[in-house]
C-alpha cells in the first residue's frame, strides 16, 4: 500500500509539473479563483520562501534521509492508516527529491517547480508534493499523539496490559510474603511447644 500510493502522488506531482512547464509563462501570475487561487510558476532553489538556495544540496540530503526513513519503516508495517499516511508522505518527499537530482541546473541542486499561490494564505508558492509533505507531517504528528502504533495497536492497550502484569507480579509477590508469614508462625509455634516440653520430661 505505501508503495502503491507513494507511485500514485509522485506520478500526479510530475504530471502536474510536465504541464507546468509546458503550458504556464515563468514567473507570471495566472488567475484561477481570483486572488483565492492563482497559477505561478517559478522554479525553487531553496526551501519555502526560497530560504536557503545558497545549500541546495543539503535539501537534497535531508529529502534522501527522510525516503531512506519512510521506507525502513514501511518493512512490517501492519497499521493501514499508518501505511496511507507514510505512503503519501514518500511520494511527496520523492516528488521533489526527483526535482533536485534530475532538474536544472543539475544533480543534485536542481530547482523544484512550484505552481500554486494563494496570497491570502501565504506568500510562499507550492506544488503537490509539498501539499502531501505537509498535510503527511500533520497526519503524522495526529497519530503519534493519538497512540497508533505502527503494528495497529494503541499505546493505552500496552498500558492496560502492563499494569494488569504489574498487578499480578504485585499480587504474587503478596501471596509470597504471606506464605512466608505463615510459615515463620508455624516454625515459632512448633519452637514453643518444643520448649515448653522439655521441663515436663526431666521431671519425669
Not at 124 to 138: E, H, K, L, S, W
Request: with cysteine; charged share 20%; net charge negative.
Amino acid at each position: 500500500m505505501v508503495a502503491v500510493l507513494a507511485a500514485i502522488v509522485l506520478a500526479a506531482d510530475q504530471f502536474v509539473k510536465y504541464l507546468t512547464i509546458t503550458n504556464l509563462p515563468l514567473q507570471e501570475p495566472v488567475p484561477v479563483l481570483g486572488e483565492f487561487l492563482q497559477l505561478y510558476y517559478v522554479r525553487n532553489p531553496g526551501a519555502a520562501f526560497s530560504l536557503g538556495s545558497e545549500v541546495t544540496w543539503i535539501f537534497t540530503i535531508a529529502l534522501s534521509v527522510v525516503a531512506a526513513v519512510i521506507i525502513w519503516k514501511a518493512f512490517g508495517l501492519r497499521s493501514r492508516l499508518w501505511a496511507v499516511v507514510l505512503g503519501c508522505l514518500l511520494g511527496g518527499v520523492l516528488g521533489n527529491l526527483g526535482d533536485r537530482l534530475f532538474r536544472d541546473p543539475g544533480f543534485p541542486v536542481g530547482h523544484v517547480v512550484d505552481m500554486i499561490s494563494m496570497p491570502w494564505m501565504m506568500p510562499a508558492i507550492f506544488n503537490v508534493a509539498d501539499v502531501f509533505i505537509v498535510t503527511g507531517m500533520i497526519s503524522v504528528a495526529l497519530l503519534v499523539v493519538f497512540g497508533l502504533r505502527f503494528d495497529g495497536s494503541r499505546e493505552r492497550d500496552h498500558v492496560v496490559v502492563e499494569t494488569e502484569e504489574e498487578a499480578e507480579a504485585v499480587a504474587i509477590a503478596e501471596s509470597a510474603r504471606a506464605d512466608d508469614a505463615d510459615a515463620s508462625v508455624v516454625d515459632d509455634a512448633a519452637d514453643a511447644g518444643v520448649e515448653g516440653s522439655t521441663p515436663a520430661a526431666e521431671g519425669r
